[in-house]
């Protein structure tokens, strides 16, 4: 008898989907806690190979963040605190036998790394994040390129780099579309990488493309479909943004509605054509398609899963949901929302699930789960630091901007990496960055 396998299997097996913001640190604070204390096997699925803070992804986008500095690898990260990491995608649930499903996982050569699998689960959560919704709209599949990932954003880098060396090296006129960047969606996303291309454009350009004039030949539009860009956020911080923006030289359409993304612009609900060499889609939320009714699983319009104020899904006590990918009840004004799709909600989900947890197994009541609003932060690069809206902490609806809002900024990330990392390697970690910084180009050049 292998008492080894039989002791696996009398610990509780917890199996989370999705390396994301949430899912990590679930996993990471399981795994330094029932993992360690070997009270409970913590597993976590999650199809890529390393972890990138997702709204990060503008700025390697843009090309001012080196992603191998600040990406996490699952595999160390789950020796060093205590849970497994397998690589694959969940497509399907067996809610009777209590399995996911996996997908075979295969390289870029299309050689099979690992075959379809099936993991138990005691308890299961769902943190599969969200992507990007295009509403149906022709080409966008196609054409458009998306912020969905650290590969997106180092194909949209590459591809953003090859065009200015493209028009550099080419004697003839540049044609209308090129070095031209269309960015659907004035969301924080769009805005975000807008600001930044602004600054890295220039600098990609200074190193030695001077047949390229930064002011005339590159320009980037700012594409909303509502009255304002940052709908979300107070007409104050909307209106002091789109200023910014236009200050830059970038040139901002709001009430524009696109009908079809073609393979060199975009094309308008009104016929205009506004030419494009690279168009990014970065409108709309949505959960992955795959969630849809899964396992008859009650999810909404937007796929996410329908859970209750334990954040425990609204057909199974034994599966959670957290992040993005649930739709989650908050009272808001008086009035009835979801919880809103950002980082600090992922986080305070993950937190939370890891006292849900320890209830769950010591056969205790579960608490619920109440959303803290701490506002919206919006960093524009260095050209305005950042603006924000907090509301939950006083009580009302304060905004700041500046330095102060810039260091509240930079301060979720740190809480994000404090959450995974501890103190000290942070410490050490962001030192080493910084020491870095001053040898090397300020914008990424391959």
Known sequence: MNTTTDRSRERHRIVIVGGGAGGLELATRLGNTLGRRGQAEVTLIEQNRTHVWKPKLHEIAAGSMDMSAHEVGYLAQSHWHHFRYRVGEMVGLDRERREVLVAPHVDGDGQQVTPQRAFGYDTLVMA?????????????????????????????????????????????????????????????TGVELAAELHRTTREVVAFGLDRVDADKD????????????????????????????????????????????????????????????LVVWAAGVKAP?????????????????????????????????????????????????????RAQAAHQQATHMVRQIRRRLAGKHLDEYRYRDFGSLV???????????????????????????????????????????GFPKVALDTLARLIVRRTEPHVKLH
């Open 289 to 341: 398609d795959f969630l849809k009714d899964i396992a008859g699983l009650e999810t909404n319009r937007a796929n996410q899963l329908v859970v209750l104020p334990t954040l425990q899904v609204s057909r199974d006590e034994n599966i959670f949901a957290i992040g993005d990918c649930a739709a989650c009840a908050w009272s808001q004004a008086g009035e009835r929302a979801l919880v809103p799709p």
């Open 128 to 188: 599969v994040g969200s992507q990007s919704n295009d509403f149906g709209t022709p080409g966008v599949r196609e054409h458009a390129m998306r912020l969905e990932s650290a590969a997106d954003a180092l194909r949209f880098h590459s591809r953003m780099v090859n065009a200015c060396i493209r028009a550099h090296a080419q004697t003839t006129p540049l044609r209308p579309a090129q070095l031209q960047v269309a960015i659907i969606g004035a969301g924080a």
């Open 379 to 421: 960093s524009l690069g260095e050209f305005s630091t950042v603006g924000n809206m907090m509301g939950g902490l006083i009580g009302g609806n304060l905004v700041i901007e500046g330095l102060f809002a810039r260091l509240m900024y930079l301060s979720l990330y740190k809480m994000h990496e404090l959450a995974l990392h």
């Open 218 to 277: 590159i320009r980037v539009t700012v594409i909303e479909a509502a009255p304002r860009v940052l709908p979300a956020l107070p007409p104050r911080l909307s209106q002091a943004t789109e200023d910014l923006l236009r200050r830059l030289g970038v040139e901002v359409r709001t009430n524009a509605k696109v009908a079809e993304v073609l393979p060199d612009g975009v094309r308008f609900a009104d016929g205009q054509l506004l030419p494009a060499e």
